[in-house]
């Protein structure tokens, strides 16, 4: 009789099982030296490992012959259990059994001593699933069990556990499987069991499995049945995932106001019976893959990508200011249920809501309210410095290049300063006279951000480094976030012709609230050069 992937590829020891040294290393030392507990709790994702370790501990703590911890799975024991014919070994699902009768039973049984085994293993799948009742007939059971018996009690939802039943147990975390290993692993599977299979299909069909082992070989199965190689291509089209091409295309789009190359993407999927909810998942991850870009310095280390769709990724995220991907997350978000459910209005509502996307006036929302705001002060910011605005047809592919900073006369010192001074304690600060371009420069590359640079003033002090003055504590805040600190660094270290990143870098602020520095800038824009 055929047996799915999954069940024939389980693992029977715990050197076998993938991505949870954490946990196999500390149960095999247990085990080898005969100190292991009563009761375990195994948490974490599905997928992941939980009952093949159950499985896997309840022979090594019964096997006649263990190596390091691990059962010889060649034993009378370790056979019967594997097989399933362990009268000791007693796996129930809480999910079908979850009433105090069948806790009952347990706790009328565990006072017997095992028929053919040392030990009688309880493995209680799905235990959260167990009515407030069976908890309570479970606690003293599970306390002080006999010393013949081994409860191990798996979930997914570790939340709905009470806490006196957590505390009872040794509670061990299984962790998602990283994408490597789930390629490494399938790429094993798939030569052993004569299957082709690309590095590109791996990885696509590792991503869509979300860090779950078995699903992952499962999907590795469905995409085999064909007997064709299995490409990244063959993957998204078995699986109905639209390939990231079709989601970076699309997030143009919308960048765009595109709405033909919108509706065309859509009518696409639904022509070729995609999965649109499939697909708005992925739309989903995309957008917060962009938000990771776009406030993280080293994003590459967040995001599960190759290094084709990072490039992507960062050229994408710099056509949308933060505000709008919030904004354009949670509309998206809250039409997933919609387009989840078996419905004939799946179309109308992904369509409606990507035009919600690129027109945020047809949401009352505040995140659309924020968007349009951050929208304006970069137009406003790009008319403050001549800047020319850009349509959304001729929106750019990438960030913009920096202009080159001016280089130093012969005449002109190397750090360009002006002769204007100011008082600092340990050393006198000097204006910087290339501050001014700075900004320009600046604005060009960030424009949402550039307000708070345009009416700051640059100095440096031999001993105290660089110093900046703004307006407002707003200011000092967005300034000295991490990445635009390091971005205005840069800046300073284009115009110095030196490295001055490791000089010291002093960010302050006057009297003024931030109220009055927004008056006095739209006062400036209303009033022009009067």
């Known amino acids: ?58 022979k090594a703590v019964n096997c006649e012959n263990p190596h390091n911890g691990n059962p010889c799975n060649e034993c009378a024991a370790c056979r019967s259990i594997d097989e399933g014919l362990a009268t000791d070994v007693i ?98 599977i798939a030569k052993e069991e004569g299957i082709s299979l690309t590095n590109e299909g791996a990885f696509l069909i590792a991503r869509m499995a979300a860090g779950g082992m078995r699903d992952a070989i499962s999907l590795l199965e469905l995409c085999a049945g064909g007997g064709n190689v299995i490409d990244e291509a063959l993957a998204a089209t078995i699986l109905g995932a639209g390939n990231r091409n079709a989601v970076f295309s699309m997030i143009r789009a919308i960048s765009a106001q595109d709405y033909e190359q ?48 990072y490039a992507t990724l960062r050229e ?43 027109e945020p006036r047809l949401s009352d929302e505040r995140t659309a309210l924020l968007s349009r705001i951050a929208k304006l002060e970069e137009e406003v910011t790009k008319l403050r410095y001549g800047i020319p605005s850009a349509t959304a047809s001729d929106a750019p592919c990438e960030p913009a290049k920096l202009p080159e900073a001016p280089k130093p006369s012969k005449e002109t010192p190397k750090s360009e300063r ?52 703004v307006n407002g504590a707003f200011a000092v805040n967005m300034i000295t976030k991490p990445d635009v600190l390091l971005e205005i660094k840069t800046l300073v270290c284009d115009f110095e012709k030196r490295n001055v990143l490791s000089d010291a870098f002093t960010v302050l602020t006057d009297d003024k609230t931030e109220s009055l520095r927004l008056i006095d800038e739209l006062e400036e824009l209303i009033g022009g050069d009067e």
Not at 147 to 169: G, N
Not at 324 to 329: A, E, K, S
Not at 441 to 453: G, I, K, M
């Open 262 to 309: 919108i509706f065309s993407h859509i009518n696409d999927i639904m022509v070729h019976s995609g999965d649109l909810a499939v697909f708005w998942q992925e739309l989903i991850d995309t957008y917060r893959d962009l938000m990771v870009c776009k406030t993280c310095k080293d994003a590459k280390a967040y995001l599960d990508v190759t290094e084709t769709e």
């Open 91 to 188: 796996e129930m699902d809480a999910a079908s059994n979850n009433g105090v009768d069948n806790v009952r039973d347990i706790r009328d049984e565990v006072v017997f001593t095992p028929a053919e085994l040392r030990f009688r293993v309880y493995i209680i799948d799905e235990v959260h699933m167990l009515s407030t009742s069976a908890f309570n007939a479970l606690l003293k059971t599970l306390e002080e069990p006999p010393s013949h018996v081994i409860f191990i009690l798996a979930t997914t939802e570790l939340q709905k556990l009470p806490s006196t039943i957590i505390s009872r147990c040794q509670r061990y975390d299984f962790r998602r499987i990283t994408t490597p290993v789930l390629m490494e692993r399938m790429q094993h």
């Open 1 to 58: 009789m055929y047996k799915a992937l999954y069940r024939k590829w389980r693992p029977r020891d715990f050197d076998t099982v993938c991505g949870q040294d954490h946990v196999t290393d500390v149960l095999k030392y247990q085990i080898a030296n005969g100190k292991f507990s009563h009761a375990y709790l195994f948490c974490g994702s599905r997928g992941t490992g939980k009952t093949s370790c159950a499985k896997i501990m309840a």
């Open 316 to 358: 994408l995220a710099a056509l949308f200011p933060m505000e709008t991907l919030v904004y354009h997350t949670k509309l998206l978000e809250g039409s997933l249920p919609a387009l989840q459910k078996a419905t004939v209005a799946k179309r109308s509502t992904a369509e409606l809501t990507l035009m919600r996307l690129c």
């Open 418 to 469: 002006a002769p204007e001074a100011v008082a600092g304690d340990g050393g006198e600060y000097r204006a910087l006279s290339y501050w001014g371009r700075l900004v320009e420069v600046y604005a060009e590359r960030r424009p949402s951000l550039a307000p708070f640079l345009a009416k700051t003033k640059g100095y440096y002090s031999k001993d105290k480094g660089f110093l900046v003055k």
